[in-house]
Nanobody, 122 residues
Framework: QVQLVESGGGLVQPGGSLGLSCAASGSIFRITAMGWYRQAPGKQRELVARITSSGSTNYADSVKGRFTASRDNAKNTVDLQMNSLEPEDTAVYYC????????????????WGQGTQVTVSS
């Protein structure tokens, strides 16, 4: 079993900054990709940022230039630095990891954190 534990989040004013962190633990051989998704009330969950094991990063168009994702492969962690936050960034943010649980696993399994609330409001 694999657990993803998120930290950070909270309330911030528009234009402010906030950081999120996620640590994966458990039966991990290798994490192929790790990143962040978010879900606003009444909307579908959407990709925010995703980093592959080679370091290739994909961002949602709405956060490019404002958010920066970083990953530590040795520690199985992923961080999200959010700057210039807007009310539209208000959502529950979820950490996600695609995990090979053994060296002989033929495919990576998808794991999610419990989510952390980010609210951007004055």
């Amino acid at each position: 079993q694999v657990q993803l534990v998120e930290s950070g989040g909270g309330l911030v004013q528009p234009g402010g900054s906030l950081g999120l962190s996620c640590a994966a633990s458990g039966s991990i051989f290798r994490i192929t990709a790790m990143g962040w998704y978010r879900q606003a009330p009444g909307k579908q969950r959407e990709l925010v940022a995703r980093i592959t094991s080679s370091g290739s990063t994909n961002y949602a168009d709405s956060v490019k230039g404002r958010f920066t994702a970083s990953r530590d492969n040795a520690k199985n962690t992923v961080d999200l630095q959010m700057n210039s936050l807007e009310p539209e960034d208000t959502a529950v943010y979820y950490c996600n990891a695609d995990v090979l649980t053994t060296w002989y696993a033929s495919y990576a399994r998808d794991y999610w954190g419990q989510g952390t609330q980010v609210t951007v409001s004055s």
